[in-house]
């Protein structure tokens, strides 16, 4: 079945230390998107990408970086993580992108990552 | 800046009966879309219904329906003959114009409990 895969599902990292989390898809999807989901949150929008385009959000810490070496594959970066940067991660993708003609749709999540930050 | 309001952080209902969810938001645009997205414990967040803000008729899918008031911009979730499959958390979500950014904004999500 064609999907949106996210490794690890959990991943333990300490203060500071650099951590790299993976999503895959193979719905061959244009648009990637990385959000953060807090407990009780909303997921937030971090960043993402058209095609090669990046694109991020305003509020996104320095952080936090994003890296798409081809049309599956997209991962996101956090160089020094804190406490506070404990959260689910949400990858999800869909066809997209400016001046698109077709009608807008529906994001495809993955299953998250869940970050622990000692 | 768009926002979506959901004003109820948890709702409860018995099985087989009908619950509905609330959602409001702010925005100038007079073409956007809306989505209600349900995320189950620990499983992946999946659509359950969209509207065009563009269509006066308002979505229906299967045991879910929305009541689309545009002029009041208020969109709430019917959920029909409640099944304890329901049970997750809900997240109403504004896109802005076809064409435009692919952003999703979303509320801050209602629980709903599902009673045997």
């Known amino acids: 079945d064609a999907m949106v895969i996210q490794n690890p599902r959990y991943q333990v990292t300490q203060f500071g230390k650099p951590v790299t989390l993976s999503c895959s898809q193979t719905?061959?999807?244009?648009?990637m998107y990385w959000y953060q989901q807090k407990s009780s949150q909303a997921p937030k929008l971090l960043f993402h990408?058209?095609?090669?385009?990046?694109?991020n959000e305003a509020d996104t810490p320095d952080n936090f970086q994003s890296r798409r070496p081809n049309t599956s594959f997209c991962f996101l970066d956090i160089r020094s993580p804190g406490l506070g940067d404990a959260a689910m991660y949400l990858c999800?993708?869909?066809?997209?992108?400016?001046?698109?003609?077709?009608?807008?749709?529906?994001?495809?999540f993955g299953p998250g990552t869940r970050l622990t930050v000692l | 800046a768009q926002t979506v309001t959901q004003s109820q952080p948890e709702m409860s209902v018995q099985e087989a009966e009908t619950v509905t969810l609330s959602c409001t938001y702010d925005?100038?645009?007079?073409?956007?879309?809306l989505f209600w997205y349900k995320q189950p414990p620990s499983r992946q967040m999946i659509l359950v219904i969209r509207?065009?803000?563009?269509?006066?008729q308002n979505a229906t899918e299967n045991r879910f329906s929305v009541n689309f008031q545009k002029a009041a911009k208020s969109f709430s979730l019917k959920i029909s003959d409640s099944q304890l499959g329901d049970a997750a958390m809900y997240f109403c979500?504004?896109?802005?114009?076809?064409?435009?950014?692919?952003?999703?904004?979303f509320g801050k999500g209602t629980k709903l409990t599902v009673n045997p």
């Open positions: 719905l061959n999807h244009n648009v």
């Open positions: 990408y058209y095609d090669k385009d990046f694109n």
């Open positions: 925005t100038s645009e007079s073409d956007y879309y």
């Open positions: 509207q065009e803000a563009y269509k006066q």
């Open positions: 999800a993708t869909s066809f997209g992108g400016p001046g698109q003609s077709f009608l807008p749709n529906e994001q495809f």
């Open positions: 979500a504004y896109r802005g114009p076809q064409g435009g950014s692919e952003k999703l904004v």
